[in-house]
């Protein structure tokens, strides 16, 4: 059984700044890829970043490009998503994901396995 549990999420000013944790258990976290997702209400879960086993290869969405950054640390079985210059528009449910593959991917039906997910709200 994977679990994934995302933590950090919270309120901020537009502007500020968040990072986001996602601590795995369950199977060996550095064979597989993850990525971050994201819900805002009465929109359809959204890529927003992925990142390979190794790290060596990021994606991200246009629209946090140059204001996210996503990373990993094996030894710790941890992902994290460092969220800068937050906007109105960033505020929702994030989800970190666990994939089926080494390699990063986009798509969302390449993540078998969820986190709960971590509101996060930036008020303008």
């Known amino acids: 059984q994977v679990r994934l549990v995302e933590s950090g999420g919270g309120l901020v000013q537009a502007g500020g700044s968040l990072r986001l944790s996602c601590a795995a258990s369950?199977?060996?976290?550095?064979?597989?890829?993850m990525g971050w997702f994201r819900q805002a209400p009465g929109k359809e879960r959204e890529f927003v970043a992925a990142?390979?086993?190794?790290?060596?290869?990021?994606y991200y969405s246009d629209s946090v490009k140059g204001r996210f950054t996503i990373s990993r640390d094996n030894a710790k079985n941890t992902g994290y998503l460092e969220m800068n210059n937050l906007k109105p528009e960033d505020t929702a449910v994030y989800y970190c994901?666990?994939?089926?593959?080494?390699?990063?991917?986009?798509?969302?039906?390449?993540?078998?396995?969820w986190g709960q997910g971590t509101q996060v709200t930036v008020s303008s």
């Open positions: 994901a666990g994939s089926s593959t080494t390699y990063a991917v986009r798509t969302k039906y390449d993540y078998p396995y």
């Open positions: 369950g199977r060996t976290f550095s064979g597989y890829a």
């Open positions: 990142i390979s086993w190794s790290g060596g290869v990021t």
